[in-house]
């Protein structure tokens, strides 16, 4: 099974910074990584899917990179309806998809 | 509007059974692989089960011959039949559509697993 690895676990941000997560792949898997934000007693919600496809009425402020075991998400100017949990999601290995364990970020 | 919802959560023992419900509304359900996903308090995602358009279905090892993930097309619906439910089983339980990778999710319905 393909594992994916968050980095960090949490992050303290204050609003207009840059914020970067990472998330690792245990193998290859192109560009079949999504990008998830979820809040507080929310659902899930798709940001960017294919490493760097942004989602329909996402922000631009969201960017995705990577390919192969490596990708990141980044907020180039972090607003304060984006403090939430961040989860990736590999799509290589159809349909058993995992999630990597997730991002908290919060306030500083 | 293009919304799922979720039902047929609740409180159920150990060894016991329930099924959960996803209604589906403002696409063409038939057209989409559709997903549960789970989520127990304070952690993060786990994908239950798929079901292609053409009703074959997918399981992770942690449920595999308990759990059965079904559709009715014509009732724009996705079910999950879950058998000999365990406390590690206890979770908000999640439907989503699939379209490059799950664009839509339901609200959720929590599944509580004790005795």
């Known amino acids: 099974d393909i594992q994916l690895t968050q980095s960090p676990s949490f992050l303290s941000a204050s609003v207009g910074d840059r914020v970067t997560i990472t998330c690792r792949a245990s193998q290859g898997i192109s560009s079949y990584l999504a990008w998830y934000q979820q809040k507080p007693g929310k659902a899930p919600k798709l940001l960017i899917y294919a490493a760097s496809t942004l989602q329909s009425g996402v922000p631009s402020r969201f960017s995705g990179s990577g390919s192969g075991t490596e990708f990141t998400l980044t907020i180039s100017s972090l607003q304060p309806e984006d403090f939430a949990t961040y989860y990736c999601q590999q799509l290589n290995s159809y349909p058993t998809w995992t999630f990597g364990q997730g991002t908290k970020v919060e306030i500083k | ?115």
Not at chain 2, 73 to 84: E, F, R
């Open chain 2, 1 to 115: 509007e293009v919304q799922l919802v979720e039902s047929g959560g609740g409180l159920v023992q150990p060894g016991g059974s329930l099924r959960l419900s996803c209604a589906a509304s403002g696409f063409t359900f038939s057209s989409y692989d559709m997903h549960w996903v789970r989520q127990a308090t304070g952690k993060g995602l786990e994908w239950v089960s798929a079901i292609g358009t053409a009703g074959d279905t997918y399981y992770p090892g942690s449920v595999k011959g308990r759990f059965t993930i079904s559709r009715e097309n014509a009732k724009n619906s996705l079910y999950l039949q879950m058998n000999s439910l365990r406390a590690g089983d206890t979770a908000v339980y999640y439907c989503a559509r699939f379209r490059f990778a799950f664009d839509i999710w339901g609200q959720g319905t929590m599944v509580t697993v004790s005795s």
